[in-house]
């Protein structure tokens, strides 16, 4: 799956300073919320509403239609629901360190994928979960050989693919904008996977970072 993820020229046609860290994790033994990770979930404070961070999610949402302020980029979304919801101890991880770092991070199980993860503009037409709906032409979605798994960039998965508590397989994709840099976009990935092996002691990690022409 790693090797295959791709971001079509469409999208970074829109944002060249788009960039995914994706982070692949075999072998979790995922959990409810404990104390552990409600004590993550708790380091979380507030994100001003015009962090510049967001109003970059902003802008790009406006890029392919989407209004901001109905459909907020994940991690505006996210930032505005302090204290976190407890969900699961990994879910509650990455949504720390999202709310942490103000970049967004989707969590997905792989087994419930089939073919590559790849981040396109959508024809329109595309199968997608009926709570969702379908996709607006040139709407910037996550999808696979089935279908979307998450639309408008980041702002809601399907329900197909989120991470449970029975999750051994996940992919993780960490999106950066400017003025976000590659620097923190690594330390942000180091953050994540330290997480996961304190969870999962041994779990098997491996990453690979996107960027535009790659």
């Given at each position: 799956?790693?090797?295959?993820i791709t ?6 046609a829109l ?5 995914v ?6 072998g979790l ?6 104390d552990?990770s ?13 962090h ?7 802008e790009a949402y406006?890029?392919f239609?989407a209004k ?10 996210l930032?505005?629901r ?9 879910v509650?991880?990455y ?9 967004p ?5 792989l ?13 329109g037409d595309?199968p997608s ?13 996550w ?12 702002w ?5 693919t989120?991470i449970?508590?029975e999750?051994?397989d996940?992919l ?5 904008l400017?003025?976000f840099s590659?620097d923190?976009?690594k330390?942000a990935?180091?953050?994540l996977a330290?997480?996961l092996?304190e969870?999962t002691?041994?779990?098997?990690i491996?990453?690979?970072l ?5």
């Amino acid at each position: 799956m790693l090797d295959d993820i791709t971001v079509d020229p469409a999208v970074t046609a829109l944002r060249p300073d788009f960039a995914v860290l994706a982070i692949t994790a075999h072998g979790l033994r995922n959990g409810p919320t404990d104390d552990r990770s409600r004590g993550w979930l708790a380091e979380a404070r507030p994100v001003p509403n015009d962090h510049e961070k967001l109003e970059s999610w902003r802008e790009a949402y406006r890029t392919f239609g989407a209004k901001p302020s109905r459909t907020r980029p994940s991690v505006d979304a996210l930032s505005r629901r302090l204290p976190l919801p407890e969900i699961n101890q990994v879910v509650d991880g990455y949504n720390a360190i999202s709310v942490k770092h103000v970049l967004p991070i989707g969590g997905e199980d792989l087994t419930r994928y089939q073919g590559p993860a790849r981040l396109v503009r959508a024809v329109g037409d595309e199968p997608s979960e009926e709570a969702l709906g379908v996709p607006e032409p040139g709407e910037v979605v996550w999808r696979d050989d089935l279908g979307v798994t998450c639309r408008r960039w980041n702002w809601r998965q399907v329900a197909r693919t989120r991470i449970t508590e029975e999750t051994t397989d996940a992919l993780f994709l960490v999106e950066r904008l400017e003025p976000f840099s590659l620097d923190e976009l690594k330390v942000a990935g180091e953050e994540l996977a330290e997480l996961l092996s304190e969870i999962t002691p041994g779990v098997r990690i491996a990453t690979r970072l996107i960027v535009s022409g790659t």
